[in-house]
């Protein structure tokens, strides 16, 4: 029996998002790496190397503001 996640369980749902917002700004304010699986580390030099081969794949971040300024409407 885990006592500490069965209290975090029984916690209202604000308090676990708080939680949750509390333990992420503390990852964001350390300065130890992020530990990144292979396989994601393999895809993310995947597209870099497509968007290497053919620049054409990829949107500029004008483009993307655009687009996502455009869903706003």
């Given at each position: 029996m885990?006592?500490?996640l069965d209290s975090i369980r029984?916690?209202?749902t604000a308090d676990k998002l708080r939680?949750?917002?509390?333990?992420w700004d503390d990852i964001a304010s350390s300065s130890d790496p992020l530990?990144?699986?292979e396989w994601a580390l393999a895809e993310?030099?995947?597209?870099?190397d497509?968007?290497?081969a053919d620049p054409?794949?990829?949107e500029s971040h004008e483009d993307v503001w655009k687009?996502?300024?455009?869903?706003d409407d």
């Open positions: 885990d006592t500490y029984g916690l209202p939680l949750v917002e509390q333990i530990p990144l699986p993310a030099a995947r597209r870099r497509a968007m290497l054409e794949l990829g687009r996502l300024d455009a869903r």
